[in-house]
């Protein structure tokens, strides 16, 4: 299984980004998706994140300002983020639990990673 991230960059402060993240491989089914960063040596932490029904939940620090959402045939999740502040600067990695072909219990998998840089 693979997922490919991409959508990050350089944008200036109050600008958007979209982020999408694509999964491949011998899926059976793809259980909760999210997406995750990462500071300068801090431990990666949740920013979203999108159950299979669409339930979604978010970090404190982008509620109302990013959105999560999910293409369940295309295997893919996607992160909207407006309003973007300096302070979200970091290494998005996108996340998914995903069940394998032949197999009951979910694993974790995770995309490269990819920067978002906002300027102030």
């Known amino acids: 299984v693979q997922l490919q991230a991409s959508g990050g960059g350089l944008v200036q402060a109050g600008g958007s980004l979209r982020l999408s993240c694509t999964a491949s491989?011998?899926?059976?089914?793809?259980?909760?998706m999210g997406w995750y960063r990462q500071f300068p040596g801090k431990q990666r932490e949740l920013v979203a994140s999108i159950t299979s029904d669409g339930t979604t939940m978010y970090a404190d620090s982008v509620k109302g300002r990013f959105t999560i959402s999910r293409d369940n045939a295309k295997k893919a999740v996607h992160l909207q983020m407006n309003s973007l502040k300096p302070e979200d600067t970091a290494v998005y990695y996108c996340?998914?639990?995903?069940?394998?072909?032949?197999?009951?219990?979910?694993?974790?998998?995770w995309g490269q990673g990819t920067q978002v840089t906002v300027s102030s």
């Open positions: 996340n998914a639990k995903v069940v394998l072909v032949g197999w009951v219990r979910a694993r974790d998998y």
């Open positions: 491989g011998t899926i059976r089914s793809i259980n909760d």
